[in-house]
């Protein structure tokens, strides 16, 4: 199954308007709507009419039919980006009534979410049952799943759902990092895990990242909860790449006050380098020592 990116309403910033889509309001800015908490914001046009401030909830028109979302940004984009972007529109403040209606949709999702993991159970399939999203008619769901399941099994279980809650029915494959981001929970920090408090966006994560900051290897300091690279290991890399500049390179040689030795480690933060001197020979005849980065003095190649 192919990752996805976040578990909300992929793409509807940049669906196609359908002839049943809401026309663009006359004087339209654009608003940055969130589905879920910590969720990516996607940007619909509104009316400026509508005096919409942030934290607002609004019903907005999405490829899926009628949603509820609350408004995390004003404005998203510049005017007249809102056109040529095909944005989708912004129907109304959200009344009670539509509150009430999208509290009762949230209960049927928890039953859509049970009832899909009694199919992945009977039908034994590979598969965790991740979360789900109606509709604000209840007509269409999203379903969220995360595992392995092949291509006819995953029509099955879409069928046999769609069939149990009386709706239609989208089967969605998301990766570990968004499964881990809907059960919520706290990291080794003690912290609420960054992902389900305020990332919006997954960002790309290397092994590199551990290496440059100095990290220990061993899985259980860089892997979080989803079994993944921590995202926390970007945070910071940028300054320790840019820190690292002002810095002797690692195996660069080094004159010092004990004499000429070989730089082996560097603590990045406080602009120090450890050097081990003499630079060469057997290992057990060399010592360490640390220097402030201006207090030794690197030397070109041959001297």
């Not at 669906?15 to 663009?24: I, K, Q, V, Y």
């Not at 900051?213 to 995202?231: E, H, K």
């Not at 560097?266 to 380098?273: E, T, Y």
């Not at 450890?274 to 402030?292: H, L, N, S, W």
Request: overall charge neutral.
């Amino acid at each position: 199954m192919e990752e996805t990116g976040p578990m909300e309403q992929q793409e509807i910033t940049e669906a196609p308007r359908s002839e049943t889509s809401s026309p663009l309001p006359l004087h339209p800015i654009a608003a940055g709507v969130r589905f879920q908490p910590a969720g990516k914001p996607y940007h619909f046009a509104a009316a400026s009419e509508l005096g919409l401030t942030p934290f607002d909830w609004v019903v907005v028109d999405t490829v899926y039919g009628e949603q509820v979302g609350q408004v995390v940004e004003l404005p998203a984009m510049p005017p007249d980006e809102i056109a040529s972007r095909k944005l989708r529109v912004v129907i109304r403040r959200a009344s009670g009534l539509d509150m009430a209606r999208h509290h009762v949709m949230q209960q049927r999702a928890e039953r859509l979410v049970e009832v899909a993991k009694e199919e992945v159970v009977a039908n034994r399939l590979d598969a965790k049952v991740v979360s789900a999203e109606f509709t604000l008619d209840g007509d269409s769901a999203i379903l969220l799943c995360s595992g392995n399941i092949n291509k006819q099994a995953f029509a099955t279980l879409r069928r046999r759902v769609a069939s149990r809650m009386n709706c239609r029915v989208e089967l969605r494959a998301v990766g570990p990092r968004d499964h881990a981001k809907s059960l919520d929970g706290y990291g080794v920090c003690g912290e609420p895990r960054c992902c389900s408090r305020f990332l919006t966006d997954f960002q790309s994560v290397s092994i590199r990242m551990a290496k440059d900051q100095s990290i220990s290897m061993a899985p259980t300091d860089i892997t979080g909860m989803c079994g993944r690279l921590r995202c926390c290991l970007a945070y910071e890399h940028q300054v320790y790449k840019d820190e690292a500049k002002e810095l002797p390179r690692i195996k660069s040689r080094v004159k010092t006050e004990k004499g000429i030795g070989r730089v082996i480690d560097l603590d990045i933060l406080k602009g120090a380098v450890i050097v081990e001197i003499p630079p060469d020979g057997p290992r057990r005849e060399r010592e360490r020592f640390r220097y402030p980065a201006d207090e030794v003095e690197v030397l070109r190649d041959g001297e």
